[in-house]
């Protein structure tokens, strides 16, 4: 069995994991962007002593690294890297990516986070060659999913994460035994970072079809931050999980304008004959 000398780029750990475990392949190096060190980052350093670490800020310092490992490694695989790299660093080493999106449609920083808010059924994790462009080129494997609508953006993360395995064989038969890619896909739709909009809801309309919906997607798509959010008075109000919905025998309010009250680690919404009782998790002052 021919072994591969690889390096990796980013600071997706999961994808680091596979390839220190998968005997097929032997990591040289790993390289952390400086925009996204993180706790992880450093637990990965630690438990893996043997790569050379480094961090990086921009092309040119993945430049300089990447020629260091010119013909001692056959690629680098980059998984979670916010460095869009230039056709100068391409010239240097081949590079694949872990993208856990679909690329045609689902391009850019937190698919899996869209993925959610936009209520998809399914998504796709791929493994494509890197060129300038954004999460586009030749797509060397990809697993496609099912999305069921409970999950929340970890849950669709980790279960698309789970295939990185599958993607590493689609990697070594590509380098090893020549295998072509499966298909190509340039120029898709790119989608935008998330923005405090995308998120934020209005109590004010809380008797307005489908709010609830919308409001529990936009939780469940921010479940590795702080869910979703209303504006009360001068704080974002953080919400991130329903504990009770109740029609009540009375009917509340004033003019059916929304009553919300704070009591310990719960806030209360109250307009007309309905109360939501969300868990809270932060109050943040609107600077």
């Given at each position: 069995m021919k072994k591969i000398n690889i390096g990796f780029l980013g600071y997706g750990t999961r994808a680091l994991d596979a390839l220190m475990e998968d005997e097929r392949f032997e990591v040289k190096a790993f390289f952390a962007p400086l925009s996204r060190l993180c706790e992880d980052v450093y637990d990965a350093k630690k438990k893996y002593p043997g790569p050379e670490f480094g961090i990086v800020k921009?092309?040119?310092?993945?430049?300089?690294?990447?020629?260091?490992?010119?013909?001692?490694?056959?690629?680098?695989?980059?998984?979670?890297?916010?460095?869009?790299?230039?056709?100068?660093?391409?010239?240097?080493?081949?590079?694949?990516?872990?993208?856990?999106?679909?690329?045609?449609?689902?391009?850019?920083?937190?698919?899996?986070?869209?993925?959610?808010?936009?209520?998809?059924?399914?998504?796709?994790?791929?493994?494509?060659?890197?060129?300038?462009?954004?999460?586009?080129?030749?797509?060397?494997?990809?697993?496609?999913?099912?999305?069921?609508?409970?999950?929340?953006?970890?849950?669709?993360?980790?279960?698309?994460?789970?295939?990185?395995?599958?993607?590493?064989?689609?990697?070594?038969?590509h380098i090893v035994n020549g295998i072509p890619p499966v298909e190509a896909v340039f120029g898709g739709e790119y989608r935008r970072v998330m923005v405090y909009q995308d998120y934020e809801f209005s109590p004010e309309n809380m008797d307005s079809p489908g709010f609830l919906e919308d409001v529990l997607r936009k939780i469940r798509a921010r479940a590795m931050h702080h869910g979703a959010y209303f504006i009360y008075r001068d704080e974002r109000i953080y919400v991130d999980r329903l504990?009770?919905?109740?029609?009540?025998?009375?009917?509340?309010?004033?003019?059916?304008?929304?009553?919300?009250?704070?009591?310990?680690?719960?806030?209360?919404?109250?307009?007309?004959?309905?109360?939501?009782?969300?868990?809270?998790?932060?109050?943040?002052?609107?600077?």
């Open positions: 921009d092309n040119d310092d993945v430049r300089k690294a990447f020629e260091r490992y010119k013909g001692k490694v056959e690629c680098f695989l980059m998984n979670a890297c916010p460095i869009i790299l230039n056709q100068q660093v391409l010239d240097v080493m081949p590079v694949y990516n872990i993208h856990p999106g679909n690329l045609t449609d689902n391009r850019g920083h937190q698919p899996h986070l869209w993925t959610v808010l936009l209520a998809e059924k399914e998504s796709e994790i791929v493994l494509h060659e890197v060129n300038p462009g954004i999460d586009e080129g030749k797509i060397i494997a990809k697993k496609v999913m099912s999305i069921d609508d409970s999950m929340d953006s970890l849950q669709v993360l980790n279960l698309l994460e789970d295939e990185i395995p599958y993607l590493l064989d689609g990697l070594y038969d504990l009770d919905d109740e029609r009540l025998t009375e009917t509340g309010g004033l003019n059916g304008e929304v009553e919300i009250e704070f009591h310990g680690t719960v806030v209360m919404l109250r307009k007309n004959d309905r109360l939501l009782v969300f868990r809270l998790n932060k109050r943040e002052q609107i600077r």
